[in-house]
């Protein structure tokens, strides 16, 4: 079936460096749909990102991801970690861009540290 | 701006015990609303998904008879956790889309139920 695979539970860094949180997918559709969701604590997860377009670069809000099909990888990276974006993230696939279904990956905490 | 609200924050009911939790979308209309449920140390996971005027389908391991969802309208949904036990505690997650082309979910904060 399909899934999503999140390999980093905890990624701790210091503010300033790079960010790249890792997901991969399996899917069995031809076109599927990545989407980065950020999850602050006590709020709603919020979509950060979202890409259909092989080997399209994809930005929001300082983050950047691109969709590698023939990986099956939308890695979300950031240039420069703040201690605001100090969360919970989340991959999650999705068939045909239709969102009313989402697989989510175990998520990845992301504390960054001054 | 779309937002979505889910009722209650939290809530505790004793185990065989049934409660009922609420989503309301403000500012879009839900033509579709999914319910997932995050178990301790697991990700979300799909109930089921609710469109207005069409049957409710539910994810292989949840029934109509143990999640029953409503789904009046393009505002409101809600879903009871029916003899709740151990099980069953998590963080339940509503997720709204919109009409029109827009393919985004938008998510409530969820509703965390713990049973006793």
């Known amino acids: 079936g399909d899934s999503v695979t999140q390999t980093e539970g905890l990624v701790t860094l210091t503010e300033g460096l790079p960010v790249m949180l890792n997901c991969t997918y399996q899917t069995i559709y031809s076109n599927p749909f990545l989407f980065w969701y950020v999850h602050y604590l006590n709020e709603s997860p919020r979509l950060l990102l979202k890409s259909s377009t092989d080997n399209k670069r994809t930005e929001h809000q300082g983050f950047h991801a691109t969709l590698h099909k023939s990986s099956s990888s939308f890695h979300l990276q950031k240039s420069s970690a703040q201690l605001s974006d100090s969360a919970l993230y989340y991959c999650?696939?999705?068939?045909?861009?239709?969102?009313?279904?989402?697989?989510f990956g175990l998520g990845t905490t992301l504390q960054v540290q001054p | 701006g779309a937002l979505v609200y889910q009722y209650p924050r939290r809530t505790i009911c004793k185990s065989g015990t049934s409660m009922r939790m609420e989503c309301q979308a403000v500012g879009f209309q839900a033509t579709s609303v999914a319910w997932y449920r995050q178990s301790p140390q697991k990700t979300f996971e799909l109930i089921a998904l609710s469109t207005v005027n069409s049957a409710i389908k539910y994810e292989q391991n949840f029934t109509q008879e143990k999640f029953p969802i409503s789904h009046p309208n393009l505002s409101f949904s809600s879903m009871t956790v029916l003899n709740a036990y151990l099980e069953d505690r998590g963080l339940y997650l509503c997720g709204a889309r919109a009409t029109g082309g827009s393919y985004e979910q938008y998510f409530g904060p969820g509703t965390r139920l713990t049973v006793l």
């Open positions: 999650a696939l999705s068939d045909t861009g239709n969102t009313r279904k989402l697989i």
